[in-house]
C-alpha cells in the first residue's frame, strides 16, 4: 500500500446493469476482450497506477464482468506504462482516513482481491514494474504472476505505520513460507524480480517485452483444457488450502467425481484412447 502520490480521481460514473458488458466504460481501469481472453489495466500512469477507492471499484466491476462472461477463459491484469504494475496505495487518500474508515476500505479490497482469486477462470498478473503494499498483494491474488526484470516487490506499510490490509500478511507466507513473509512484513524492504522468483513469490521472469505474450500462451495453453476440470482445480486448491489435507483430499474426490460425470471427461479419455486432441465443450 505504498505508493509517492496520487491525487484522488472523482468515482466513475455509474453504468446501468441494463447495458451489454461489452461496453462497460470504467474511469480508473481499461478493459477489454480479445477471443477468449479479457484484459485488465490499471490506468493511472501518472501516479504509478495507485490504488484508490475509485480504482477499487473499476476493478470489481471489471472482474466481475469477467466472471459472468462466459466466453472469457482467463484474465490478463497488468498496469499502464512501463514503471509500475500497481505501485501501492493513494497515499493521497489513505492520509485521511479514520480508523473505521481504513477498516472499511482493508475489507472493501480484500472483497476484489478474494473476487479475483476464485474467479473460477485463470487470472494471470503480468507484473511490468512496481508491485508493491497493495500491488503485491493484488499480484498474490492472481492464479500466477510473470514479472519482467526491472520489476520490484514489497509490503512497505510498516514504513506508513501500517500493516498490509490487502490480504498480505495472508497470502504472502503462504506463497513464501511464514518466516520469509515476516521479513518482508517488518522490514518493508523490496526486493528484486529474481529475488521474488527464487522465493516463489513469482512463476516466471520474461524480458519485459515479451510480458504480456508469455502471459497469453501461457492462458492458451490453459484454454486448451476441460473449462470444468480447469474451474475444480481452482476452487479446491484454493479451498483446500483453508482446510485441514484431510479435509481437502475429501473435497479433491469430490470434485474428481463432479468432473467425472461430464462430457469433457468422456471426450478427454475417447480422445487419449483414439490419439487425438481433444474437443472440449465446457460441459
Not at 497488468?78 to 489513505?94: H, M, P, R, S, V
Amino acid at each position: 500500500m505504498a505508493s509517492e502520490a496520487a491525487s484522488i480521481t472523482p468515482s466513475p460514473a455509474t453504468v446501468p446493469d441494463s447495458l451489454p458488458r461489452a461496453i462497460l466504460a470504467l474511469a480508473n481501469v481499461k478493459y477489454e476482450k480479445k477471443g477468449s481472453t479479457a484484459y485488465v489495466t490499471v490506468n493511472r500512469p501518472k501516479v504509478l497506477n495507485a490504488l484508490n477507492t475509485p480504482t477499487w471499484t473499476d476493478l470489481q466491476a471489471a472482474f466481475e464482468d469477467a466472471k459472468a462472461d462466459k466466453s472469457v477463459h482467463g484474465v490478463i491484469l497488468t498496469g499502464a506504462g512501463d514503471k509500475a504494475f500497481i505501485a501501492g496505495a493513494d497515499i493521497g487518500e489513505l492520509a485521511h482516513v479514520d480508523a473505521y474508515e481504513a477498516e472499511e476500505s482493508s475489507r472493501f479490497g480484500q472483497g476484489v482481491l478474494d473476487l479475483i482469486e476464485n474467479l473460477g477462470k485463470p487470472v494471470i498478473a503480468a507484473i511490468n514494474g512496481f508491485a508493491l503494499g497493495g500491488g503485491c498483494e493484488t499480484a498474490m491474488a492472481c492464479t500466477m504472476r510473470i514479472t519482467a526484470e526491472h520489476a520490484r516487490f514489497g509490503q512497505p506499510e510498516v514504513k506508513l505505520g501500517l500493516l498490509p490490509g490487502g490480504g498480505g500478511t495472508q497470502r504472502l507466507p503462504r506463497l513464501v513460507g511464514k518466516g520469509r513473509a515476516l521479513q518482508l512484513i517488518l522490514t518493508g524492504e523490496t526486493i528484486t524480480a529474481q529475488e521474488a522468483y527464487r522465493i516463489g513469490l513469482v512463476n516466471e521472469i520474461v524480458p519485459a517485452a515479451s510480458l504480456i505474450e508469455r502471459a497469453e500462451a501461457i492462458l492458451k495453453q490453459i484454454a486448451a483444457n476441460a473449462p470444468i476440470a480447469v474451474k475444480f482445480s481452482l476452487e479446491a486448491a484454493n479451498k483446500g488450502l483453508e482446510t485441514s489435507q484431510s479435509e481437502g483430499l475429501a473435497l479433491e474426490a469430490s470434485y474428481f467425481g463432479i468432473c467425472a460425470a461430464t462430457e469433457d471427461k468422456k471426450e478427454g479419455t475417447t480422445a487419449f484412447l483414439e490419439k487425438r486432441a481433444p474437443k472440449f465443450h465446457g460441459h
